[in-house]
């Protein structure tokens, strides 16, 4: 039996990625809007991750103003974990949707219910039926963070 993630995935919103933006184009706008050469914001870029992991190594934290925090955890079996906490104002500025520019496919799936899923994965994969769990039965979309709408009232 399929899951919803699994249906949500295949059916649902999406971003369309555009080419990925590497270290020569960062480093360009980086040059233009600052002033600074080219070669130099290319540099700095680069030693950025090293930095980083010198002073994540160390055991200190590591923030970035306007972009966020880093940090070093440690997991139940003592594994070491890297945490970033970007800062709440880059977080708001990514999610703006009216400022940004890129491609979605699916959004008018964005109010679909757990119904309208199942409908469309069933009728795509009939042997492989989606199960929905008691917690997907109300089927009512959600905003992130809060509780099912179904079940709030």
Do not use: C
């Not at 070669?39 to 970035?64: C, K, N, Q, W």
Request: glycine residues 8%.
């Amino acid at each position: 039996m399929a899951k919803m993630v699994q249906a949500v995935q295949k059916f649902g919103p999406k971003v369309v990625y555009g080419p990925t933006a590497k270290i020569d184009e960062l480093a360009g706008w980086m040059a233009r809007s600052s002033g600074l050469n080219p070669h130099a914001a290319r540099m700095a870029l680069g030693e950025l991750s090293d930095a980083i992991l010198f002073y994540l190594r160390r055991g200190s934290p590591v923030t970035l103003p306007g972009l966020g925090r880093f940090r070093v955890t440690v997991g139940r079996f003592g594994e070491l974990r890297m945490h970033i906490l970007p800062e709440r104002a880059f977080l708001r500025d990514v999610r703006d949707a009216r400022r940004y520019v890129g491609f979605r496919e699916n959004l008018d799936r964005a109010v679909w219910t757990d119904a309208d899923y199942k409908t469309a994965w069933d009728t795509e994969f009939p042997d492989d039926p989606l199960e929905l769990t008691a917690s997907d039965q109300p089927g009512e979309p959600t905003e992130p963070g809060q509780d099912n709408l179904a079940q709030a009232a």
